[in-house]
């Protein structure tokens, strides 16, 4: 769906015409859409504004609804699903850690996800680059007694069981996580990238 | 049909008006016609067959040893019991559809207790019973493990009210087991135990499917009984086992031709690895795999060497990305049937387009139903990539966010022969997203393409177009579902009024009221039941159409706190055993 569809579904959906311009994007705005399959961030974000205000009720509040066996659905409860903040963008995102296998992975992911960031391996360390204004990002995530750590330094299977949520932290500020533990050989799925 | 029996026929309604010319023109003796009829399976056959005449009946009766009921309510244990006097193998089927779904209470009903009595009377060399969605109790399993010596099959799908104490009698006492298949039931699971009750005489087992019981059983007893059981062809586990332990069940069982893992997710060691390649490579008649719980792309080359024989593979329980499923389907050029979380995406389901030209059935499951974001799970894309590259494509049942009429027109061109057509546009209400406007033409590409079509689950917006649509071309529908969809009563009206095959109608939360289940008066004896839920129906209505159809049963239950006009659940089927006995109090019988 193309910017300005979005954009007139939106208008349409307000009353008396007022024009509301809800302008969102990540640091260095993608406006161009990825080989037609997946939506620029903005599409997505308009999209459900307008699904938002026409449906009185969310998903969850109707009654066996979508149709799926209740069989089925208590098993698809273990998906890990955890929010994925960036600094500067105003929406989160959500993955499902279970689908991933490593931290690579996961971080490429990220980068499909948020489309103007690209993964940039610098002295081991994992970090997301927006090539548009050169900033850095670092992925952090809240464990399970909230405290915030950096990404990457324990096995994955342990990273998934423990974590919140995930945060990708601007890189000025993340100075005080940096230099965690001296680095450990990059092999296997743990830490290496 | 034979031209031989087709020649009686004729010869014989001659004679069966006349009361002592039962035999005399009769060109057949019973015993040649028993024969005959014995071959026949299909229970549609044998219905038509029992409808020629009075002697074609009682010989139909005589020969028949598979009795399938398709709603428990229509006849009673009695009336099955004086027809039928040598039943082998029993299918009963008993809550509406929707219970799957939580819109029908606990307690119920279907309670399978006193068929099983009957059963115990009357067909004492009972061998097979498939139960889908009754109830049953610990003590009815006991019952049945201890009433039939000759007990061999038990497959139940869907049920609840049981507990692996039931399973405990069942592996105790069947001696001659040959089936035992657990699917998806309400199960309250007390442990494992119950695998370690078959006697370590017990040899005669071919199927064993225990995939959908969470706790653990003794590993020793399971490799002891898969050894001992060379007849095993089905095996699922249940995520309990490890995938060494499933290696070790492998080396037992080479030949198995459907297979269930259990937990894909192990660290292995290279050894364990190779052993495990080894074995899955020695299954040179796997037809069907399944489970494959947690599996990635660390453990899934394993099964590439037995993929090329697979025509059935079912990932719905496994949380595959894109990447993970080009690889396995790559491997698979035999498949015909594909089941899949939609983690997948449309990029995962382009590869099956491309590796998998004789598919004929895909079912996308939502990994997360609830979750709004519409970056997840898949599109119209992922539907018309399979539609390009698998022009077989006859069963499909496809959950997603998004959908466009145009999209669809291109899939039924793609694939004029679908039969089965079941698509779930997640958010209620949905139209197609470029247009905007309702998804009627989708739906009416379907039923104008696809002549062959039995079974229709329409979703997204849509008005009494899409039904008009149906009652003129699906001619030959025989399952209908519809959801949050039409405008008046005139969509079910058309339905109803135009689709001669139709069997069983469920519909919720739709604007269909009095005019449209009373418009249908003469057609619900022809259909096997009627469910509306939060509809438009009165209980006027509901009253008028139980007084004026006394062959149907019209039951109604009532929401809390609702108005006392409003029949909040309309279940109305055709019944010959009359209104159930056993209806709980939140049940009105009208």
Partial sequence: MSPENTKELLESE????????????????????????KRGFTDVVHLNDAIAESQPHSKAQVVGWPPVRTYRKNLMKNGKYVKVAVDGAPYLRKVNLEIYSSYQDLLTAMGDMFTCLTICNVLNERKLMDSANGEEYVPTYEDKDGDWMLVGDVPWKMFVESCKRLRLMKSSEAIGLGSAAPSTPSKGSSISC | MDPKLKKTKDSSSNSANSPDSTHSSFPFPDEVLERVLSLLHSHKDR??????????????????????????????????????????????????????FNLVPQYWGADVHSWLVMFAKVYPFLEELRLKRMTLSDESLKFLATSFPGFKALSLLSCDGFSTDGLKAIATHCKNLTELDIQENGIDDFGGGWLSCFSENCSSLEVLNFASLSSDVSFDALEKLVRRCKSLRILKVNKSISLDQLQQLLVQAPQLIELGTGSFQQELTPRQYEDLETAFSKCKNLQTLSGLWEATSLHLPVLYAAC?????????????????????????????????LDTVEDKGLETVGSSCPLLEELRVYPADPFELDLHHGVTEAGFLAVSHGCRKLHYVLYFCRQMTNAAVATIVQNCPDFTHFRLCIMNPGEPDYLTNEPMDEAFGAVVKTCTNLQRLAVSGLLTD???????????????????????????????????????????RDSPFGNAA??????????????????????????????????????????????????????YVYRSVAGPRRDAPPFVLTL
């Avoid at chain 1, 009353?15 to 990540?26: I, M, R, V």
């Avoid at chain 2, 428990?72 to 019991?81: K, Q």
């Avoid at chain 2, 039904?467 to 058309?494: H, P, W």
């Fill in chain 2, 465 to 507: 177009l899409t039904f008009e649509y149906i009652g003129r071309y699906a001619k030959n529908l025989e399952t209908l579902s519809v959801a949050f969809a039409g405008s008046s009563d005139r969509g079910m009206q058309c339905v109803l009024q135009g689709c001669p095959k139709l069997r069983k109608l469920e519909i």
């Fill in chain 2, 517 to 570: 289940l009373l418009s249908g008066v003469e057609k619900y004896e022809t259909m096997r039941s009627l469910w509306m839920s939060a509809c438009n129906v009165t209980m006027s209505a509901c009253r008028l159409l139980a007084k004026d159809m006394p062959r149907l049963n019209v039951e109604v239950m009532r929401d809390e706190g609702s108005d006392d006009r409003q029949a909040d659940k309309v």
């Fill in chain 2, 308 to 340: 090329a024989s697979l025509t059935f593979l079912n990932l719905s329980y496994a949380t595959l990305r894109s990447d993970e499923l080009a690889k396995l389907v790559a491997h698979s050029p035999n498949l015909r049937r594909l089941w899949v």
């Fill in chain 1, 14 to 37: 307000t009353s008396g015409g007022l024009k509301t311009e809800l302008t969102l994007g990540l640091p260095g705005d993608s406006q161009v859409q990825k080989s037609g399959i």
């Fill in chain 2, 47 to 100: 219905s038509s067959v029992s409808l020629v005449c009075k002697d074609w009946y009682n010989a139909e009766r005589w020969t028949r040893t598979k009795l399938f009921i398709g709603n428990c309510y229509s006849v009673s244990p009695e009336i099955v019991a004086r027809r039928f006097p040598r039943i082998k193998s029993v299918t009963l089927k008993g809550k509406p559809r929707f219970s799957d």
